[in-house]
């Protein structure tokens, strides 16, 4: 059974700095990998998704890779802003119906 | 943009009650999902559908039923609302790509 874990759990940061967000994957038979951020209290807002034949991709500051041999994937997002405090989840598609499995999180705090 | 809509933000209802969560997507997608959330647990998925009338348990569907009538329209149904089902409850839809989400509504069973 696919299980999808992130580390770190948390994060916290000063403004300005580029950082990393790890996610990684027990079955590489994976359809496509998908990342979200949550802001406390709300519903998921999509950020980038990569599908089983792509590297990576990439949306304004945010760049997300995949490399499924290794069973990972990771968001890196640069020059950090209070603005990206939130809660990021990945969640990985075994195909089918696109039913997700979601990573725990990374609560990140990017602090001025 | 594609767009999921929650019947409500946030509801507060009596253990024993009947409870109706909808939700409502715009872009003709086939397939839909019910999820809850909770503190330590993470977002596990209750039930699928992907297709009107068809439906599918996942992981936890114990409490729960659900409604596809129309093809935009998905709906959470509690049949007998009890205080461990007091959640945030997430609905999201998919093209089989990209999946997208609701608000999301809190509700709270006392």
């Known amino acids: 059974k696919q299980e999808v874990t992130q580390i770190p759990a948390a994060l916290s940061v000063p403004e300005g700095e580029n950082l990393v967000l790890n996610c990684s994957f027990t079955?590489?038979?994976?359809?496509?990998l998908q990342w979200f951020r949550q802001d406390p209290g709300k519903g998921l807002t999509s950020l980038l998704l990569?599908?089983?034949?792509?590297r990576e991709q990439t949306s304004g500051r945010l760049n997300a890779s995949l490399d499924k041999s290794s069973g990972r994937s990771t968001l890196y997002i640069a020059a950090s802003q209070p603005g990206d405090s939130a809660t990021y989840l990945c969640?990985?598609?075994?195909?089918?119906?696109?039913?997700?499995?979601f990573g725990a999180g990374t609560r990140l705090a990017v602090h001025p | 943009d594609v767009k999921v809509t929650q019947s409500s933000r946030y509801l507060v209802k009596r253990t024993g009650e009947k409870v109706f969560l909808e939700c409502v997507q715009d872009?003709?997608?086939?397939?839909m999902f019910w999820y809850r959330q909770d503190p330590g647990l993470g977002l596990r998925l209750i039930y699928f559908?992907?297709?009107?009338?068809?439906?599918e348990k996942g992981d936890i569907p114990e409490g729960y039923s659900v409604s596809r009538e129309k093809k935009e329209r998905f709906s959470l149904i509690l049949e007998s609302a009890s205080t461990n089902q007091t959640s945030m409850y997430l609905c999201?839809?998919?093209?089989?790509?990209?999946?997208?989400f609701g608000p999301g509504t809190r509700l709270t069973v006392l």
């Open positions: 969640a990985s598609s075994p195909g089918g119906y696109n039913k997700l499995i």
């Open positions: 990569i599908q089983s034949s792509q």
């Open positions: 872009m003709d997608h086939e397939n």
């Open positions: 079955d590489s038979a994976i359809y496509n």
């Open positions: 999201a839809s998919t093209s089989l790509r990209e999946q997208f």
């Open positions: 559908s992907y297709d009107v009338k068809m439906k």
